[in-house]
């Protein structure tokens, strides 16, 4: 993936995509145009270290390349000499590699229920803007969290939101996105019943 020299806004969108679905493209779509981004980038875990299984890392990106059909949107690998499988180490991995661009993190409101397990959960908060997604069934929880709660002076709430607002760390807003009820975990549960 090459990059011009010039200031870029990014979105990060982390995960297994086990497999990938169409509410992963929506709000990475939907973060393009309501931030005004100039990429997002997915980024395939190795292995979520709060799941018991994942499907084989190769498989799940060569799903994930397939699956993509935009120009903005792009599977980014990591380095194969980068072997940590938490997210506060991919972000201080990149910051450091692309020190001319300002990343966001872009996650479901399901993720923000349970983020205060991620390993140094603050530390993700205190160096990089967090965009949280609504998604069915999890936004009354998400807004309760312990991690919501924690950090609820310097959630944003405009409903034109501009990258600017997201520049002074820490920051993170809930956006007011149509929901996709469709998971990874149903996806998987019809391929089951299929080969049965």
Do not use: C
Request: net charge positive; aromatic share 12%.
């Amino acid at each position: 993936m090459k990059l011009t020299s010039l200031k870029k806004n990014i979105g990060l969108l982390g995960g297994t995509f086990d497999p990938p679905h169409q509410g992963h493209f929506s709000i990475s779509k939907h973060s393009l145009i309501k931030l005004g981004l100039d990429e997002v980038w997915w980024i395939v875990s190795k292995k979520n270290p709060l799941k018991k299984e994942n499907s084989k890392y190769e498989l799940r990106l060569a799903e994930t390349k397939k699956f993509l059909y935009s120009q903005k949107i792009k599977v980014f690998e990591v380095d194969r000499g980068f072997d940590s499988i938490y997210t506060i180490d991919l972000i201080m991995y990149l910051k450091k590699k692309f020190p001319k661009i300002f990343f966001i993190w872009l996650m479901g409101a399901d993720n923000l229920i349970n983020f205060h397990h991620w390993q140094k959960w603050q530390s993700i908060f205190n160096d990089i803007a967090i965009v949280v997604f609504r998604r069915h069934g999890y936004n009354t929880n998400a807004l309760k969290s312990y991690s919501s709660n924690i950090y609820k002076k310097f959630r944003i709430h405009k409903k034109k939101l501009m990258i600017s607002d997201l520049a002074k760390l820490p920051s993170w807003t809930l956006i007011n996105n149509k929901e996709i009820k469709i998971s990874s975990s149903q996806i998987r549960k019809q391929r089951e019943l299929l080969r049965s």
